[in-house]
């Protein structure tokens, strides 16, 4: 019973520290208008060298379409545990998408940056169509997409 207690102890003292490096950044998404259906979007985290790291976001439901969402596409390798528990509807055009996710601390400030890829049915793909360095300077600072993104900004 004790190896118990003290494996359960030590498994604790593990992973709390790693659940309070994390905090909650919220995304927000403004499209442009423009004529077609919703948008599909892929929010995601890459390394200072462009290496995808995480996905934030996916918004579309029908994952047939995510290969529309190049970069983001190949660097997932479109795995539903990549995007399980983080995807929702797709976006309408003028729309905002804002969710709420954890983040763990060491990515801010170290290089990462947010990419966003958007694509829409019979419409132009964007892959990496928003890039913002992941700093807290540059929280709540809008940056304009390239395509359907009117602008995308993220609060710590």
């Known amino acids: 019973m004790n190896k118990t207690v003290l494996a359960i102890c030590l498994a604790s003292a593990l ?21 077609g259906d919703g948008a599909y979007l ?3 985290v890459t390394d200072a060298n462009g290496q995808y790291q995480k996905t934030l976001w996916v918004a579309g439901k029908k994952s047939k379409y995510y290969k529309n969402l190049r970069d983001w596409a190949r660097g997932s390798g479109m795995k539903p545990s990549e995007f399980d528990g983080v995807s929702g509807a797709s976006v309408g055009s003028g729309r905002t998408l804002k969710v709420t996710v954890e983040l763990a601390d060491a990515l801010i400030d170290a290089g990462y940056e947010i990419r966003v890829d958007t694509a829409v049915e019979d419409g132009r793909d964007n892959p990496a169509e928003v890039r913002v360095p992941l700093s807290a300077a540059g929280a709540g600072t809008p940056t304009a997409g390239r395509g359907y993104v009117q602008s995308f900004a993220y609060d710590m």
């Open 15 to 35: 992973a709390l520290p790693g659940m309070v490096q994390a905090k909650p950044i919220t995304l927000t998404t403004q499209l442009k208008s423009y004529g």
């Open 42 to 44: 892929a929010i995601y």
